[in-house]
Every structure is written in C-alpha cells, then in structure tokens.
C-alpha cells in the first residue's frame, strides 16, 4: 500500500483535521495507518508512549485510533527560541536553541532523521498518512522543505491538495500549487478537496467542473464547514474555536501569553456547556471574569515581563477572583525565578509574583514525562514538560490553583472540584466520552463528503 500525503494549498486550510480523519477512516477500514509529519512548529506539545515530545496534531491522530504514540510520528518540533531563534526537538529530545538562519542552512543534516522515522513507521504499519505544512510551493525554500517535499518525493507517495475555500482564491491557489509542484509530485497528486466551505453547496457545481475540467485534478469532495473544537495545532488554530454559551454559568478568561503554549489544556473548556472561556489579552477584560487561568508558556520570563507591562499584575496578586496557574503560569506565581544556566534569559534571577513562597530554578535537562499525579489532592492523569523545577508538583493558597501538570482538565473529577468552587451549581460532564463521540461524528462528516472509496483505490495501486 501506498503512502499518502496531504498538502495544503495556503496555510491553516484544515490539513491537520484532514489528515486526522482520513487516517481515521482507513484505519476503520481495516489498514495499518499511522499519523506522520516531518517537521512541525508549534508551542503545543504532548509527551509520547514512548517518552519525548511530539506535535498535538499526529499525537491526537495516533490516540483517536488507539495508536502507541512514538517521536517517529514528529521526528522534528520547533519551539519559540526568542530572538530569531527556534527551540529544536529531535526523535523527541532537545537539542536547544539555533537561529532560524543557521537552522535552515542546516537543513541536510536533519533530513536522515525524518527519513529514519518514515522508515520505523513503515516497519510496523502499511500507509503513513504524511502531513505537510504550509504550502508545498515556496519556491525559495522548496530545496529546505521537510514536511512537503522531501518526503514525498523520497517516498514517492500519493498526494492530496487542500484548499481553503474561506480564504477566497480558491480556484488560483489550487491551480498554482499544482502546477508549481515538480513534475514526479504532480503526476502523484490524486486530487484535491476543497475545505470549509459555507451556504449552499449547490453554488459550486460549476466550481467543481471548473477544476476537473480545466484544471485536470479530481474533486474528491467539497466539505461543509464543522467546528472541531479538538486537536488544536497551534494558538492559531484555537483562535478559531466555536462555542456554545447558551448554557455557560461560569466566564473563565485565559491569558493569551504571547509564546503560549500547551494550549489543548482548554479543549474540555471549550467543550464545557457550562463554562464561557474567553483569551484575554487586556487586563481590563478580566473584571468580567469568574476565573483567571495563567497558562504554560515557552517563554517564561519573557511572558512574566509583559504581564507586569499590559498591567495584569494587580489582579494576579489578589486573592479574589480564583486563579488557575499552570505549568509556566505556576513557575510565576513563585518569588523568584532563578536560571543559573542562562536557558530562557540574560537574567539570572526576575522576581516572580511571590504568590506561593519560594524560588524556580531552571536546569538544562527538560522534564518530560506523563503518568498519573496527585494534584489538589486528587489522582489525575496528565504530563509534565518543562526545565524549571521546585519543590512541590502542585500547590493552592488563597483561591489560587498551580501546577506543572498539564491535562490536569481532562479529568472530570478534578475540573468538577476546582469549577463546583467557584459555582456550585456546576455539574460537569464526561469529557473523554465527549471527545470520542466528537471524533467519531467529525470522522463520519468527512466520510460522507470526500471520496475515501477514491483515496484508498489509489492507495492500494
């Protein structure tokens, strides 16, 4: 069997949800189908199976269907460095700061890497479904292009064309991508399926036989626009969330740290009809609030500072309103922060603001790990993914929650506990059956508006 990739024909035209749902689909369908994307760039990572950080979009990708999750799946992350600098995590380790610069012209030597994870996935599974990023035609950076490119002409696999449709253009980008791929990568590409579309789907009939007609590239379905509000890629993609607040009691406001990270945190939030969530990026905005949550950052003291500079300190120092600090939220809530080793600044000690007593220290060797912690007295399953370091997983004090863990949300009992505070009213709901169901619907809604009779055929040529 074949293997597949997907391109996009711009960015954020729904690669990620379609990737999910067609290795989705033809895992249900009986083959042996694993999740891949060469390099990501994303803030929002999880902790694999097997140890190390991957992206969020092959991680849920792989646990949707019962997958081990492996660093093979996402043999490259890339992380805010600061300054024209990316944070690198390879097979699942960092390997610490570069400069985009010298990243790129480096590029050669990271090609084995996702040429031997590709290769370790094909030794257990028949098809990867390969993720690309962006789009696959940057003509200057074709040469550079991991995700796109390289791999699908180094396995010469099957390509699907996302497009946007929201975005307008449709017709040109579709057309453009195309004939701008290399010759063997064109004469691979099975199709293409036009994404997010709104209004009556009988409008674009005629669109439909513009592109297979004129352009020569199957239509393998147009798809009606559905909120997912699950697998978020990056703080990007969560903006475009949709939620239903008819029924909300609770206005939960987070703060949209600038290198906010690890932001599926709030996927059961989102997903809660009790709770109206909102990113809040003026503390004005938080008068309005029931609940303040600080959230992980991978820029820490760099976030810290433009806390106190947008003139949030105020109210994280009250004791008030209840606040729910996690991860980098938490290491700010100590005295200091300390960082001998000089890994996130020039500045060996900043001041944190001293809600709970002590010190952060930051160590060179990141903690990466996932089990199941005692957090605010209660069992909950989560992961850790973070270089500062104190002496307490988890503390509260005063109406304030913190700790490194994150998912702490997905468990119903803990968010049941910390949300009945604040309103008693509050119930809860059943968040991983929530998640399966929502996969298993948005998984459906794709299955009846794309061709995957067409897609697995071409496959199995």
């Known amino acids: ?29 009986g083959h042996k189908v694993a999740p891949y994307k060469a390099q990501n760039v994303s803030n929002n990572s999880q902790v694999t199976d097997e140890g190390g950080e991957i992206a969020i979009p092959q991680y849920f990708a792989a646990q949707a269907i019962d997958l081990k999750t492996s660093p093979n799946m996402n043999p490259i992350l890339l992380k805010s460095g600061g300054k024209s600098r990316a944070h690198i995590i390879v097979n699942g380790k960092s390997i610490g700061n570069k400069d985009v610069w010298s990243y790129y012209r480096d590029i050669n030597t990271l090609k084995p ?25 940057e003509l200057n950076l074709m040469n ?17 064309l996302v497009a946007d449709i929201q975005r307008g253009g449709v017709f040109a980008s579709i057309y453009g991508v195309y004939e701008l791929l290399p010759k063997k990568l064109r004469d691979n590409v099975i199709g293409v399926i036009v994404n997010k579309f709104q ?11 513009i592109i ?45 740290l600038p290198h906010i990270s690890n932001f599926t945190d709030f996927e059961p939030l989102i997903t809660d009809k009790e709770i109206d969530l909102s990113f809040i990026s003026n503390a004005s905005d938080l008068k309005i609030c029931d609940a303040i949550i600080i959230p992980g950052s991978k820029r820490v003291i760099d976030d810290l500072a433009w806390l106190k500079e947008r003139g949030f300190e105020k109210a994280l120092l009250s004791d008030e309103i209840p606040i ?20 996130e600044s020039d500045n060996a000690d900043v001041l944190g603001f001293g809600r709970f007593k002590g010190n952060i220290v930051f160590q060179k ?53 910390i949300f009945s505070k604040i309103n008693s009213s509050y119930k809860g709901y059943d968040f991983k059956k929530f998640k399966a169901d929502s996969i298993k619907d948005f998984a459906q809604h794709i299955d009846k508006h794309v061709d995957i009779d067409f897609i697995e055929s071409a496959l199995s040529e």
């Open 1 to 29: 069997m074949k293997s597949l990739s997907v391109f996009g024909t711009s960015s954020d035209a729904g690669k990620s949800t379609l990737s999910f749902a067609i290795t989705y689909l033809l895992h249900h369908r």
């Open 324 to 343: 729910i600090a996690i991860c980098g939220g938490y290491e700010m809530m100590f005295e200091h922060i300390l960082d001998p080793e000089r890994i």
């Open 199 to 209: 209004g009556d789907m009988s409008l674009f009939d005629e669109g439909v036989n």
């Open 212 to 256: 297979q007609e004129r352009f020569g590239i199957k239509v393998l379905g147009v798809v009606p626009f559905k909120p997912f509000n699950l697998g978020f890629e990056d703080s990007e993609s969560i903006m475009n969330y949709v939620q239903d607040t008819r029924e909300a009691i609770i206005k939960v406001g987070v703060i949209r």
């Open 144 to 160: 550079k292009d991991l995700s796109n490119i390289y791999i699908a002409d180094e396995f010469n696999t099957k390509i699907v």
């Open 113 to 137: 890497h996702a040429k031997n994870a590709f290769l370790k996935l094909l030794e257990e599974y028949d098809c990867i479904v390969a993720e690309g990023a962006g789009s696959p035609v």
């Open 365 to 417: 060797d990141k903690i990466v790990k996932k089990e199941t912690y005692k957090v605010f007295g209660l069992k909950a399953k989560g992961y850790e993914v973070h270089n500062g370091v104190a002496k307490e997983l988890a503390m509260t004090d005063k109406n304030l929650y913190g700790t490194f863990v994150h998912g702490i949300f997905d468990n119903d009992e803990l968010r049941k506990m």
